[in-house]
């Protein structure tokens, strides 16, 4: 007799569905040095000394996550540490070492991995990070990046999705939808619509993970839950709500978008599709009081020139809506979506 | 102006190459905590408790490591894992949580993966390991799996690389190419020859690390040095003496193999070509004083039943021979070498 799983194929599933059945296939009784096991942007594990252990791990892969269009060596070496540190960052922590698995043609340049490894040590010294281990293997089709990344953190500054709170201001550190925008220029290269918008490719390409912030908001307090933004900010404030048990609205009006965004786009509401639904800008995305608005304001100006921005509010019940000029609309998580091209 | 590894490929580098060009890239002033980085079985970090912690990474792809003529999804799950412990296992360590990272093809079936975590599962929960996170990606052509694995060990137990003295006996923890046996009859299924090699199809397809080897050989401080069997004795035993800056001789009449094998090959020097150069029998290969050999003997046998077994010796200066009945010939590296098919 077939089970449902004999005939479902993984796009059927999608992402959600997998973590599911890998969730349900493991152990539920964690040992007690497991804090936080999968679900949120890094484990975290207790250690026999006074700060926490968080480990995260992304991987990257040609034709999914990248191609040679959109991400020179260079640039690969940079992103793969980028989007393990930011994961390290929505927690509140500080990145110590890295592992990388690196799978590459037998045929590539080796030149290949010397601008690779110039990418990833230009941030990896930037950040303090130090490659202490990893696995180089061939990999006949595609060129495939597996970073895990280890980091720690006082185990009372820890910033996990689910601390949201009834009441909460939604906070983003900085403009949304840049890397969506650098995306599209970088596919569309032929129509010469790079000119000018080197910005907002270096947003696609090297984005920076916003690491002081992410400690100082995991530090002060301020912070009530916290992720960084890689799939959209539509999907990843939805990763707060549901593992909070809270609902949320986002202000159309507050999005905040670069003028370059809106200039690629012509208008004003096509930028806003990237900005809510484009991922990979590895902004933080975080909840606070609003009785603490204008310490959050002060501490994010201090660091980072710009103050954070609030973009909503956390309701009760479930879903997250966008406020619009006249009415209040579902927002459907339009994020990227693995699976489900 | 070209310079070289502009025209090199990672194929004329090999995969030793391939190390020494990202280890030269990376930063050469390693923090105090990284005990050891990047060049043994797992590295050792330094943490604020009583115990180091172990971290070590490995990945499989299909058509390189497997096919799905070579292995199940079930033997993958297991045979993923285990190759992580065995590097534990090397250290003298103890496995504790593990981060999966695996890339699928949108049309694999569910069960696909329901097989996958099934002996992922049956090996993690006979080792007390938990799975604490990862990543799920899409993979257009390829099924891959990384798995790092993280795990502890007092700090005056762990087993390097580079502790083997001139003098030391040589020694290994089981017979060596039952994985290379059973791998040829996998490959050789149309013809039947199958039939009776059972226990060497399951040498190859899911090993059993030593890890109570490896531990009460770490505590004991037995072993001066220590590696896993992964690539061949050949190769493994290279990695030792290169580190250690000592050379080996090996007798070949020492090198232990199954009758199975034997009787596979037709021919005990056929077989031994797989005991020696065949890889991926995840047995232990280490060095103790020759002092220490009734002490080596009665601990592994305490242990598995049986007592491990010497094949050689460390000797001054640098290379690796075989002792054979009436000549004592260099006996190359013929492990499995990435990038060099």
């Given at each position: 007799m077939k089970t449902t799983t004999n005939i479902k194929t993984l796009k059927d599933l999608g992402e959600a569905g997998i973590i599911r059945l890998i969730q349900g296939r493991v152990?539920?009784?964690?040992?007690?040095?497991?804090?936080?096991?999968?679900?949120?942007d890094s484990a975290v594990l207790e250690t026999s000394g006074d700060r926490v252990l968080l480990v995260t791990t992304d991987t990257l892969i040609e034709g999914i996550h990248f191609t040679d269009q959109t991400l020179s060596p260079e640039a690969l070496g940079w992103k793969a540490i980028a989007v393990n540190i930011s994961d390290i960052a929505a927690m509140g922590g500080t990145p110590r070492t890295a592992f990388l698995s690196i799978g590459l043609k037998a045929?590539?340049?080796?030149s290949f991995l010397e601008s690779f490894m110039v990418g990833f040590n230009a941030l990896a010294e930037k950040t303090g990070i130090v490659l202490a281990g990893g696995d180089t293997v061939e990999c006949p089709s595609h060129v495939l990046v597996t970073i895990t990344l280890l980091g720690d953190c006082l185990p009372g500054s820890v910033v996990y999705r689910s601390g949201a709170r009834v009441g909460d201001d939604v906070w983003v550190t900085g403009p949304l939808g840049n890397a969506a925008g650098g995306l599209f220029v970088l596919r569309n290269k032929q129509a010469g619509a790079s000119l000018g918008y080197e910005f907002l490719v270096r947003a696609h390409q090297k984005p920076i993970p916003r690491l002081d912030m992410g400690k100082a908001l995991g530090e002060s307090g301020l912070a009530h839950a916290m992720i960084d933004i890689s799939d959209g900010i539509s999907k990843d404030l939805g990763h707060i709500c549901e593992q909070s048990g809270v609902g949320a609205v986002l202000q159309e009006a507050s999005i905040p978008m670069s003028s370059e965004l809106i200039e690629l786009a012509g208008a004003r509401q096509k930028a806003l599709q990237w900005a809510l639904?484009?991922?990979?800008?590895?902004e933080l995305l975080f909840t606070a009081s609003t009785a603490d608005k204008e310490k959050v304001e002060s501490l994010t100006a201090k660091l980072s020139g710009r103050p954070a921005v609030k973009v909503g509010t956390v309701i009760p019940g479930n879903g997250i809506f966008l406020a619009q000029k006249k009415a209040k609309v579902p927002l459907e998580g339009g994020g990227y979506l693995h699976f489900c091209k």
């Open positions: 152990s539920q009784k964690l040992p007690s040095y497991v804090i936080k096991g999968i679900g949120d045929e590539s340049k080796a639904h484009g991922g990979e800008d590895y």
